[in-house]
């Protein structure tokens, strides 16, 4: 079992950045990728960005290209999104997720899941 917290969330400006973490405790040896989605309210949870944990390779979603970027610290078992130039349609509750196989974009190729975190852009 792999348990994910994460934590960083709160509310912003638009425009403003924020970096949100999430901790890997447990069997995190079987960790092949870790990756962050988002879920606003009515809408369904989307897929934001994910890094290998042995390379680091990454892959993001169009929306955040460029604004975005995850990294991982191995030796604490850590992954992090930076957030940049963030906007009001960032909103959402962001988690973080864990994949034991190659994941990419979809929540079903995921095993583990935090609890997630609120993340708010004001306009």
């Known amino acids: 079992q792999v348990q994910l917290v994460e934590s960083g969330g709160g509310l912003v400006q638009a425009g403003g950045s924020l970096r949100l973490s999430c901790v890997a405790h447990?069997?995190?040896?079987?960790?092949?990728?870790m990756g962050w989605f988002r879920q606003a309210p009515g809408k369904e949870r989307e897929f934001v960005a994910v890094t290998t944990w042995s390379t680091g390779r990454t892959y993001y979603a169009d929306s955040v290209k460029g604004r975005f970027t995850i990294s991982r610290d191995n030796a604490k078992n850590t992954v992090y999104l930076q957030m940049n130039i963030l906007t009001p349609e960032d909103t959402a509750v962001y988690y973080c997720?864990?994949?034991?196989?190659?994941?990419?974009?979809?929540?079903?190729?995921?095993?583990?899941w935090g609890q997630g975190t609120q993340v708010t852009v004001s306009s």
């Open positions: 997720a864990a994949a034991v196989k190659r994941a990419y974009g979809s929540p079903d190729e995921y095993d583990y």
């Open positions: 447990g069997r995190t040896f079987s960790i092949y990728a």
